[in-house]
């Protein structure tokens, strides 16, 4: 199945299925609203639990407002529930801690992720945040390709990745930021070591 | 009220700024610890190196997993060494390194690749010693938090740096490593200075078929209990395996090994090849052959008249085909564990190890 026959439904766009299916209505936080399989949502731990503790029921689906996920933007919860819709029924993988990690990427996986780099960061964040295992599996595994083969400099270039120093600089900064007076306690500190009096002991 | 509810438990994970909108290219810097551990997981021990070396943060996340690797052959031989990390069938990482002279003076060539027949590589030159660069790579597999399941030696010199390794790790009685099932493919680690070294098991295999394209391929094999002058750690069973191709069928293959029944191959193994019920019978017939079953396999007993000492056992089963020369009284052998075909067996043996031997020894399955 190619990423743009997937069954995931944008409401306005599409008609409503005729199956006798439960399909949940979920809102993405740019009020997009999605319909999405009872199965396709097994996927997802956290939406899983959260159906079912809310016991609806298809009447319920239609009548009360969409599930708001107000987390996530709707161009990257239309990837994940497309993800979710084309590996419905799917087996959803136990991790044994085993590391490296061995995951292949299907063509379809690839294809989904053929995005850019801070989409994919966001469907990153938006599969372990709603706990989809393996879409968290293929995707991180996708970041992970992007390193491969790369020196440490070129990994800088390509992460963007802070060095020590950068990161003492930013840290100090976001401290002074934070909490002027614990800078002025500071400096009050390094002037009595400076004049040689142990004040605080 | 529900919609407070929902939120609440959706909002548990991560704070909001995490999904604010952001263009521009990947920022590790802001992805929260357990997503950089999550991908660091994911990557290959290349890229774990690399990344160890960009911060303190960095180093500390790869540091954190306790990393098992597979396979790892090394080899090495006057002025060469190189070093295979299989990681699995895909994630390979081969380094070669080669001593060469510029000019009067030594340098190392490196080559890189991805692949355990070392095609593809990419090639830089260092300017120090073969030893050093030698030293500074067995570092990758010296971390305290990497175990080892099977290494593969193919020692024929004695470079200090692996000398080194191999008496710090695996050195009899106190090596730390020692579920490491150390496998050598030669038996010129006695040349190599490994006398302390303890040695699971030494699998030969000679290379000299040359017409590998067609054909199904028979394992010929004799295993041999000696142990090499002044090797003084514990030395495991050594088996010597010849490849040759099985250009005829079960039947005529038996007749030949009938007729040379005093030769030195006590072994031979065919993977994958299947005969059928019919066949056996016809088989059973041909040769007055006893037939008993074991399991899923079948076992034809055949006595030669001529030779009244020794009978062959010929086990088929779906796996293909083992054919054991053995003494008139002796029953025929079974492993305890797994199948009667070893690590030729693509079947039942899915481990990264024998998939290694298998492929480069072009036996078939995988």
């Known amino acids: 199945m190619s990423v743009e026959n997937a069954p995931v439904v944008d409401v306005d766009e599409a008609a409503i299925p005729v199956e006798k299916k439960m399909y949940y209505r979920f809102e993405s936080n740019d009020k997009k609203e999605f319909r999405v399989s009872e199965l396709a949502i097994q996927q997802s731990e956290t939406l899983n639990r959260l159906v079912e503790a809310m016991g609806y029921t298809s009447e319920d689906v239609e009548n009360k407002p969409a599930i708001a996920i107000e987390n996530i933007d709707g161009k990257t919860l239309k990837l994940v529930f497309q993800w979710c819709e084309h590996h419905k029924g799917e087996a959803i993988p136990v991790d044994d801690g085993s590391v490296p990690k061995i995951v292949e990427i299907p063509e379809f996986d690839a294809k989904l992720m053929d995005i850019d780099n801070g989409l994919l960061f966001k469907l990153i964040w938006a599969a372990d945040y709603l706990n989809i295992v393996q879409l968290l599996n293929v995707s991180c595994k996708k970041v992970a390709n992007m390193a491969q083969g790369k020196t440490p400099a070129q990994l800088r270039r390509v992460y963007l990745l802070p060095s020590d120093e950068e990161d003492e600089a930013a840290k100090r900064a976001a401290q002074e930021a934070q909490d002027p007076r614990a800078r002025e306690v500071e400096e009050e500190f390094e002037e009595r070591k400076r004049q040689g009096g142990n004040s605080f002991f | ?366």
């Open chain 2, 1 to 366: 009220m529900l919609r407070r509810r929902i939120q609440e438990i959706l909002s548990r994970k991560f704070p909001r700024w995490v999904f604010d909108d952001r263009t521009g290219p990947l920022d590790w810097s802001v992805l929260p610890m357990e997503m950089k551990r999550e991908i660091v997981k994911h990557a290959d021990i290349r890229t774990r190196h690399s990344l160890r070396q960009c911060s303190h943060q960095d180093k500390q996340i790869v540091d954190s997993f306790k990393i098992s690797l597979p396979f790892v052959r090394i080899e090495s031989d006057h002025n060469y060494a190189s070093l295979m990390i299989c990681e699995s069938r895909t994630q390979i990482l081969k380094v070669l390194l080669t001593r060469k002279k510029f000019r009067f003076r030594r340098k190392t060539v490196v080559q890189i690749s991805d692949n355990i027949a070392g095609e593809k590589y990419e090639e830089f030159c260092k300017n120090e010693d073969l030893d050093v660069v030698l030293q500074s790579l067995l570092g990758i597999i010296s971390w305290i938090n990497i175990t080892i399941d099977t290494l593969n030696l193919d020692l024929k010199y004695p470079h200090d740096a692996i000398t080194k390794y191999l008496d710090i790790h695996y050195r009899q009685c106190f090596g730390p490593r020692r579920k490491t099932r150390v496998i050598c493919s030669s038996m010129e680690f006695s040349c190599a200075q490994v006398h302390f070294l303890p040695i699971d098991e030494t699998r030969i295999i000679s290379d000299l078929v040359t017409n590998w394209q067609s054909g199904r391929l028979m394992m010929a094999g004799k295993k041999y209990n000696i142990v090499p002058m002044g090797h003084f750690a514990e030395i495991g069973q050594i088996a010597f395996w010849k490849p040759s191709l099985l250009e005829c069928n079960l039947g005529a293959l038996i007749s030949g090994i009938l007729w040379k029944m005093a030769g030195e191959m006590v072994y031979y193994y065919i993977p994958g090849l299947e005969v059928t019920e019919a066949e056996q019978q016809e088989l059973a017939r041909r040769f007055e052959a006893v037939v008993r079953r074991h399991g899923v396999v079948n076992v034809l007993s055949i006595t030669d008249g001529a030779d009244v000492e020794r009978k062959l056992y010929v086990k088929i089963s779906t796996c293909g085909v083992q054919i054991q020369k053995a003494g008139i009284d002796e029953d025929p052998r079974f492993p305890k564990e797994g199948c009667m075909l070893d690590w030729m067996c693509s079947k039942c043996d899915k481990s990264v190890k024998s998939w290694y031997f298998r492929t480069t020894n072009r036996i078939k399955g995988d």
